[in-house]
């Protein structure tokens, strides 16, 4: 039998000796206990923007410091639909869960947001039981998480006509709103991160009909948002010459296409990125019209920016939908 040499033995002993160090480190580290984190009672993205980039950037930072959170939702006394979806997203993002951060969390206590909450189909973008998933109107609900930086039209279609059936009792996709979902898969490109893992979801579209006859529509990618994409990186080196550097200075350039918001135009779409969004959601029947990037939110209904006070490492796009002025429709 051959013998092993010193050396081997040695590097042998060091692996193995590394190997109980990192067992005895996971036994340590699944023993801790999670910190809690109480949820915003006003669970809204939309409506209270600040502190739900508050919450989950410490939400973030601790999972960053190998930390176990509980999201609690028991107390929470409103609840929206892109809070869900933007919760979703963020239990499903490498970057945001760090390498060995572990997320949980419960329910609302409030029978009618926990009713929002089940039906929403959250429970079918995380770990759960079957009957929680089972729990999902998917006649009434589209949650889709897309792992591709592909614009898939079926799923914008079938957005587009849950909602037009719900709001207007109509069976065709409202065209205005069909091309925004388009340009906003269209974007996610441009907007992703250089670290960005070929198994993580690129999009998130949520379409949600909520009892009053509306609407809503989320749509999230988690990339390096708007203003830190590279096109818009090499228009702000140039306005920084003539003293603008705040990001909301930025707005009107974008909304008007004077800034490219991505590098390359998919000629099966020939679309027009930010500028088109903003002209279609001038539409009467958009009723509310966000986007949230980075450290601004801007209202496309108004064209007013909002400088935030914490930074969104990604883009929400958000409208509402509702019937409006029921003559002229064109649907």
Same mark, same amino acid.
């Given at each position: 039998? #051959? ?5 081997? +033995? ?11 160090? /990192? ?44 930390? #176990? ?5 028991s ?8 809070a ?14 760090? +390498? ?6 419960n329910?609302?206590?409030? $029978? ?6 089940i039906?929403? /189909?959250?429970? !079918?973008?995380? #770990?759960?039981? +079957? ?22 039209s ?8 849950l ?24 974007? &996610?490109?441009?907007?992703?991160? !250089?670290?960005? !893992? ?12 909520? $009892? !009053?006859?509306h ?5 999230i ?16 080196k ?10 909301t200075?930025?707005? $009107? ?17 020939? /679309?027009?990125?930010? $500028? ?10 958009? &009723?509310?019209?966000?986007?949230i ?8 209904k ?26 002229? +429709? /064109?649907?």
């Open positions: 039998m #051959k013998r092993q040499s010193k050396s081997y +033995k040695l590097r042998r002993r060091h692996r193995l000796e590394n190997r109980r160090r /990192g067992l005895v480190a996971q036994r340590e580290w699944e023993r801790k206990a999670y910190v809690e984190l109480e949820v915003p009672k006003n669970f809204s993205f939309i409506d209270n923007t600040n502190e739900i980039l508050e919450y989950f950037i410490k939400c973030k930072s601790l999972l960053h410091n190998k930390e #176990k959170v509980q999201c609690d939702l107390h929470i006394t409103a609840l929206s639909s892109d869900i979806a933007l919760l979703a997203a963020c239990a499903n993002d490498e970057s945001f869960l760090g +390498k060995r951060g572990r997320i949980r969390g329910a609302p206590a409030d $029978p009618e947001l926990l009713r929002l909450f039906e929403s /189909g959250f429970y !079918n973008h995380v #770990k759960a039981t +079957k009957v929680l998933k089972s729990a999902h109107k998917s006649d009434t609900n589209l949650f889709h998480q897309e792992s591709n930086y592909q614009v898939q079926d799923i914008a279609k079938n957005a587009c006509i909602g037009t059936k719900h709001v207007f009792g109509s069976n065709k996709p409202f065209p205005d709103l069909y091309e925004m979902l388009i340009e906003a898969m269209s974007n &996610t490109n441009n907007h992703a991160s !250089n670290n960005s !893992n070929a198994n993580q979801f690129k999009w998130w579209l949520y379409t949600y009909n909520a $009892p !009053n006859g609407t809503m529509y989320t749509f990618d988690l990339g390096v948002g708007i203003f830190d994409s590279i096109p818009v990186q090499l228009f702000k140039i306005k920084k010459v003539i003293g603008l550097e705040n990001n200075d930025l707005v $009107p350039d974008l909304l008007d296409g004077k800034i490219k918001s991505r590098e390359k135009v998919d000629n099966k779409i020939r /679309g027009k990125g930010i $500028p088109q969004i903003a002209v279609n959601s001038n539409s009467q029947y958009f &009723t509310r019209a966000y986007i990037s980075n450290d601004v939110k801007i209202n496309l108004d064209k007013t920016a909002e400088a935030l006070e914490y930074n969104f490492s990604g883009t929400m796009l958000f409208w509402e939908l509702t019937n409006g002025d029921t003559i002229n +429709k /064109g649907i």
